[in-house]
């Protein structure tokens, strides 16, 4: 990794690194790249073409390279570029004829990188003032000495994926449940792990989570143009200083949050056992704390009088869901959408309860394997 000017031009980032002025130090190949091809005959090399990815675009041609960072909606922070290269199927000798068209010779590059390395960042390699068959758009970043002096020109870029938000920090694999009781399509999937109301799943089959065996996508570690935006605009924010908010404003946000809160008509629970079993039920906005309680109690297999408490991530950290008859969980717990609780025993439980199957064994009759779509969720 480097830092360069925003004039900078890709072209040049990439002389930088192949001369050992950025990075590592270390010399390599990337703008001068020949493979032979046995179609053109013995001992003819062939061209490979640099291809940088940058937040979802593609650069590939000279007059992509040839853009600088700015340009490309690159002005502050950090971006990762990812480099590969192709097959250009033009011949070594006229492709070096036509780089030279565009750029600077490699002759003349690496002095002016080293110079522009041990003078101040903004002092970049020159280059060539002429260029044939492009238009003003796509310039090449300015000569030394003029640049500051007129802006790059904005370019379009393409709109990338916007990854939907999952509310309340909810599982993503809570999708496939049922939104409403009366959903009949997802009601006709499942309709044997379903008892008294509540869809029963079985514990997992590995102790390794599902999506730990799965392998990695490399574009999902590429930020979007969305997403990159958005990071920027978040720097920005934070450099400049920021009010506390005034009583008034803060009686206008809980008045607010309990405006929204009061649409909320019902709420889907899933809880999580220490056997690593669950259940998901649907609660009423007018449901307490208690009546939660009171489902989960009917649902283990130890006797009533084990002592357990319910926690989940709310808006202040983890908190313990009171067994109460007086707070409900949607006005004064803040539930809504999909939650996820998780069942802990008291210090008092005995050893075997702990040890032994959460649930009664006409639940555990009725659980299912909790699917998961792993495709899905990884795009998002």
Known sequence: SDKFPSTTSLWLVLRKYEDGVAGSGQRLNLTQRGVPSSESGAGRMMYEQPCLQIMGRTLETFEDLQKSLAQVGLNSGSVLMRLSFKRSGQPLEEAMQEISKYFVSAQ??????????????????????????????????????????????????????????????????????????????????????????????????????????????????????????????????????????????LEEQETAKRERLTTVQSVQVRVRYPDQSMIETTCAASETGADLYTKVRGTLAASGDELFELRFLGSKGQQTVPDSSSVRLVRDLGFRGKILVTLAWGQDVSPQTKQGPSLKEEYRSRATDLKVDLQQQQRW
């Open 108 to 249: 003349s590059a690496e002095p002016a990188a080293s110079a522009a390395a041990s003078a101040q960042p903004t002092n970049d390699g020159p280059v060539d003032r002429s260029v044939p068959n492009a238009d003003a758009e796509n310039a090449a970043a300015p000569v030394e000495g003029a640049a500051g002096k007129e802006p790059n020109e904005d370019v379009p870029m393409t709109e990338g994926p916007t990854a939907p938000v999952v509310e309340n920090d909810v599982l993503a694999s809570s999708s496939e449940t049922p939104a409403q009781p009366g959903s009949e399509p997802q009601q006709q999937q499942q309709p044997s792990n379903t008892i008294n109301g509540i869809s029963v799943y079985r514990p997992p089959s590995s102790g390794t989570p599902a999506a730990a065996q799965m392998a990695d996508d490399p574009t999902g570690f590429e930020p979007s143009i969305d997403q990159a935006k958005a990071h920027q605009a978040a720097i920005a924010r934070n450099t400049r200083n920021q009010r506390l908010l005034s009583d008034k404003e």
